[in-house]
T-cell receptor, first 115, second 114 residues
């Protein structure tokens, strides 16, 4: 079974530029999550999708961050414009259901550096 | 609001020692789920265990064991006879009954020295 795929793995941009991350969840997984993990901290949930609907985006900075999950499969997370404090690893995760017994399966992450 | 505290920022042990990682949580929910994840140097988070709030039985899986105590809101993780491959950051996490409000603790970095 293929895992959660993310691209790119690394991205370096200058502040005020835009950036987009892509995630392909495990086949058949209805729930998809995006997390931000700042160095030395635990992951912080940004947005949770159930199929192509948003379940929770309470911690998403909506003035600069946006995410979509068209057709309930792949998802993209965009930052526009980026700030220095957005430097972090962006993790995508998926689960078969919202309350699945195994929690979530995580992808390898995208490391973003904002200069 | 839900909160997870892992008071130990970093722990170093020598191989074959036992080590316990502490996790204390806060929630107003009566039904909730607790998790432990491992994040090795490669960076990918790996699921270790899930426990629901109605099941206070301790669990053992090989060298890993978990002690859930609802009375003290703790869900501690013990590694017996630690190995170098156990070196990683370990996260405790909490989720509500509806599969939402997933909150991670700050993590404990474990270094197992040969």
């Amino acid at each position: 079974e293929a895992g959660v795929a993310q691209s790119p793995r690394y991205k370096i941009i200058e502040k005020r530029q835009s950036v987009a991350f892509w995630c392909n969840p495990i086949s058949g997984h209805a729930t998809l999550y995006w997390y931000q993990q700042i160095l030395g901290q635990g992951p912080k949930l940004l947005i949770q999708f159930q199929n192509n609907g948003v379940v929770d985006d309470s911690q998403l900075p909506k003035d600069r961050f946006s995410a979509e999950r068209l057709k309930g499969v792949d998802s993209t997370l965009k930052i526009q414009p980026a700030k220095l404090e957005d430097s972090a690893v962006y993790l995508c995760a998926s689960s078969a259901t919202q309350s699945g017994p195994r929690g979530q399966f995580f992808g390898p992450g995208t490391r973003l550096t904002v200069l | 609001a839900q909160k997870v505290t892992q008071a130990q920022t970093e722990i170093s042990v020598v191989e074959k020692e036992d080590v316990t990682l502490d996790c204390v949580y806060e929630t107003r929910d009566t039904t909730y789920y607790l998790f432990w994840y491992k994040q090795p140097p490669s960076g990918e988070l790996v699921f270790l265990i899930r426990r629901n709030s109605f099941d206070e039985q301790n669990e053992i899986s090989g060298r890993y064991s978990w002690n859930f105590q609802k009375s003290t809101s703790s869900f501690n993780f013990t590694i017996t006879a630690s190995q170098v491959v156990d070196s990683a950051v370990y996260f405790c996490a909490l989720r509500d009954n509806y599969g939402q409000n997933f909150v991670f603790g700050p993590g404990t970095r474990l270094s197992v020295l040969p």
